[in-house]
T-cell receptor, first 113, second 115 residues
Framework: ETGVTQSPTHLIKTRGQQVTLRCSSQSGHNTVSWYQQALGQGPQFIFQ???????GRGNFPPRFSGLQFPNYSSELNVNALELDDSALYLC????????????FGSGTRLTVV | DQQVKQNSPSLSVQEGRISILNCDYTNSMFDYFLWYKKYPAEGPTFLIS?????DKNEDGRFTVFLNKSAKHLSLHIVPSQPGDSAVYFC??????????????FGRGTQLTVWP
């Protein structure tokens, strides 16, 4: 049983650019959530995808968007990057959105300069 | 709007002693409370949870206590081991509705267990 894998592990982008982060969910899981963890903070919920549909969104602007594919893998896209977008981005998968069943990936560390 | 709060950024405990990590919350409608453990360069891993209808849940060395009237929960680790050194996140979620599965995290507490 494979866990959640995220790519890339580290990324440096320039302000104003666009970025795509990828996540492969754990085998058997149909729900993917994305979290942003800024330095010294706890993870903040960005959005959740269930069976390829967005079914919950946190307090993030529309330039944060996502996709879930038929194999339940997912992408997080961020347009018009800002310096404050620098953070660890965590992907978590679960079966049917059960919070206690989440498996987290190791994250992508995004630095915006 | 921080609905889950961990007011102690760090805790240092000697090996063999008890570690007590605290967490407060503001929303009395949360259905579950969870503790996650995070090592550097790894994602958070689930440790233990408690339903809002319980006041205690135990799993080996880990026990979580829930005080609903005070909107407070705590994680007890007995005995503490050096391998327990990590950041511990308190989280909460709802079991139904449009926010199903969304986890609300505290800022975390860095636990250091020294020999």
């Amino acid at each position: 049983e494979t866990g959640v894998t995220q790519s890339p592990t580290h990324l440096i982008k320039t302000r104003g650019q666009q970025v795509t982060l990828r996540c492969s969910s754990q085998s058997g899981h149909n729900t993917v959530s994305w979290y942003q963890q800024a330095l010294g903070q706890g993870p903040q919920f960005i959005f959740q995808y269930y069976r390829e549909e967005e079914n919950g969104r946190g307090n993030f602007p529309p330039r944060f968007s996502g996709l879930q594919f038929p194999n339940y893998s997912s992408e997080l896209n961020v347009n018009a990057l800002e310096l404050d977008d620098s953070a660890l981005y965590l992907c978590a998968s679960s079966l049917d959105g059960q919070g206690y069943g989440y498996t987290f990936g190791s994250g992508t560390r995004l630095t915006v300069v | 709007d921080q609905q889950v709060k961990q007011n102690s950024p760090s805790l240092s405990v000697q090996e063999g002693r008890i570690s007590i990590l605290n967490c407060d919350y503001t929303n009395s409608m949360f259905d579950y409370f969870l503790w996650y453990k995070k090592y550097p360069a790894e994602g958070p891993t689930f440790l233990i949870s408690i339903s809002s209808i319980k006041d205690k849940n135990e799993d080996g060395r880990f026990t979580v206590f829930l005080n609903k009237s005070a909107k407070h929960l705590s994680l007890h680790i007995v005995p503490s081991q050096p391998g327990d050194s990590a950041v511990y996140f308190c989280a909460a979620n709802f079991a139904r509705g449009s926010t199903l599965g969304r986890l609300y995290f505290g800022r975390g507490t860095q636990l250091t267990v020294w020999p």
